[in-house]
């Protein structure tokens, strides 16, 4: 008999992860009128909101203004948080699997792709991933020793985070002070004494992946000139064709030929944007002192292919920017070549076959693609699939609400609710008004549970 849920017995679901997929699943479930449903979303970190808090630039608070319905969404009477939580540590599959019909995992992609070259484990070498996540306050990353004590930084990648790091490192302290950046990155980037940023990509202009918008930012910085290259901007046929129905692709040409027309201005910065070379080597002495970079051509697949000639640039830092990956969970199927969960438009596979009632959404979905409204559509095409499949799950032997906050008491979880999290929002935003700031980051996870009380 397929079963039926009401206001006493409704689906029960379990989301794990807070950001964007996790709370756009959350919000699917509840738009939907046919299926009472219960959602808990957890979260390993006392913080809602995922990327939204922890990836979306200190400048861009616009984007940030996304959490108001988010927060929506967690305040709905059929939704519960619970921070602090942390899956495979604090709540077992087995956990869920007996208090939930179902379970979403919506844990985005935490690590970064490395670039396989001698050096990159030098001290000064490391990812945009942690780089980002250091200025924006995340516990895990607060203690990062970064010093911005060289002329030269290299940024390896073309994407939308190359250049959020690229226009962090450009701007000035006073420019990043009416922002929410980390209290503890300010005095190491107002003391900086990087005057050379460089933007490194192994393919040519038409190929890179930042959007127009994000561009154009660069152009518009008041403590930088921009640099760049003319010859690097000749598009071979390929490329050309390429991008000839792509509107957005033709602009960013337009506008990095219009950058590569400007004069230097004498700026105590420069953002220099390169096209056609890759790193193989990063060179130094118990530390970062130079990165090597290859010149590329393209072949007729558009790939990139080393040319024999070669360069170095005096950097102090390299920071790569070369694609996100999935991390794997405890007792979840995982490929690892792909770095998401395997998965059939949504439905976990294990070995290949459907796993009943369990499903996943977002970048350990998909890949790591796309902006924060893309996993929307991917959150709520994965919790159709749930919906259609709720009649035939095999429900869960004890699905009492209380029975969670009861085991997590037991075994000594400080675990955070919503109504903590508007206690620590508070808090934060308070400190924020008094220095003319959206809000003031507590960046460590002991002191978030003091404030939270």
Not at 149 to 165: E, L
Not at 431 to 441: E, I, M, N, T, Y
Request: glycine share 8%.
């Amino acid at each position: 008999m397929a079963n039926q849920f009401d206001a006493n017995r409704p689906l029960r679901v379990a989301v794990i992860g807070s950001g964007p997929s996790g709370i756009y699943a959350a919000e699917a479930l509840i738009k939907q009128s046919e299926t009472p449903v219960s959602v808990d979303v957890f979260d390993r970190l006392p913080t809602p909101y995922g990327l939204v808090r922890y990836g979306v630039a200190p400048d861009h608070q616009t984007i940030k203004s996304v959490t108001k319905v988010m927060q929506k969404v967690l305040q709905d009477p059929r939704v519960r948080f619970w921070g602090n939580v942390e899956f495979g540590r604090d709540l077992t599959l087995g956990d869920l699997r007996r208090h939930y019909d179902a379970v979403v995992y919506t844990v985005g992609a935490s690590s970064d792709r490395h670039l396989g070259i001698p050096g990159e484990d030098l001290p000064g070498s490391l990812s945009a991933t942690e780089f980002v996540a250091w200025y924006n306050g995340h516990p895990d990353y607060q203690n990062l020793p970064i010093r911005l004590d060289m002329r030269g930084v290299a940024v390896v990648g073309m994407g939308n985070v190359a250049v959020d790091v690229t226009r962090i490192l450009a701007k000035s302290a006073d420019e990043l002070r009416t922002t929410d950046i980390a209290d503890h990155a300010l005095p190491v980037l107002a003391q900086s004494q990087v005057t050379d940023i460089y933007m490194l990509g192994r393919r040519g202009p038409a190929q890179a992946k930042f959007t127009t918008k994000e561009l154009r930012e660069l152009g518009e910085l008041h403590n930088a000139d921009i640099v760049v290259r003319p010859e690097e901007l000749e598009l071979d046929e390929k490329s050309a064709a390429s991008i000839a129905g792509e509107p957005a692709l033709q602009k960013n040409l337009e506008i990095l030929r219009e950058f590569a027309a400007r004069p230097l201005t004498g700026k105590p910065r420069r953002v220099h944007i390169r096209f056609l070379v890759s790193p193989v080597a990063i060179l130094g002495e118990g530390r970062v002192q130079k990165i090597r970079l290859e010149k590329n051509c393209l072949d007729e697949n558009l790939n990139a292919v080393g040319t024999g000639v070669f360069e170095e640039l005096e950097v102090g830092m390299v920071l790569r920017s070369v694609g996100y990956k999935g991390v794997p969970l405890p007792e979840v199927p995982f490929d690892s070549r792909k770095g998401v969960i395997p998965n059939q438009a949504g439905r976990v596979l294990r070995e290949g076959q459907v796993a009943a009632g369990e499903y996943t959404a977002g970048w350990i979905k998909r890949g790591p693609s796309g902006v924060i409204g893309t996993n929307k559509a991917c959150a709520t095409e994965t919790v159709k699939l749930l919906l259609e499949d709720a009649p035939h799950l095999s429900l869960a032997p004890d699905p009492d609400p209380e029975a969670i906050p009861r085991l997590l008491r037991e075994r000594g979880v400080h675990y955070v609710t919503l109504e903590h999290w508007l206690r620590l929002d508070a808090h934060e935003t308070a400190l924020g008004q008094a220095q003319g700031r959206p809000r003031v980051k507590v960046t460590s996870v002991e002191k978030m549970l003091e404030v939270v009380g």
